[in-house]
């Protein structure tokens, strides 16, 4: 399968226009459409960033397999 990759901006809601193709009449093609959404990639920056916020806390003051044995007693309790 050739994939061939469009940037547009869309000027009504309502419809979208793809012009000036590398096709030829009557050929089948298939339509992906994906949006750029910068939330997704923001949060998925911020999350990695608190992940290894976490990692380096926890490399600096590693717990004890006796507090995770604890923590995990503690949690089973509270349900």
Known sequence: MNVYKRYIIIADQKQLVLSDLRFK???????IILTDDNQRVTLAQKSKKLFKEIQAIHADNPLTD??????????????
């Open 25 to 31: 009449a009557g050929q089948r093609i298939e339509v």
């Open 66 to 79: 006796e507090e995770i044995a604890a923590e995990i007693e503690a949690y089973r309790l509270v349900e």
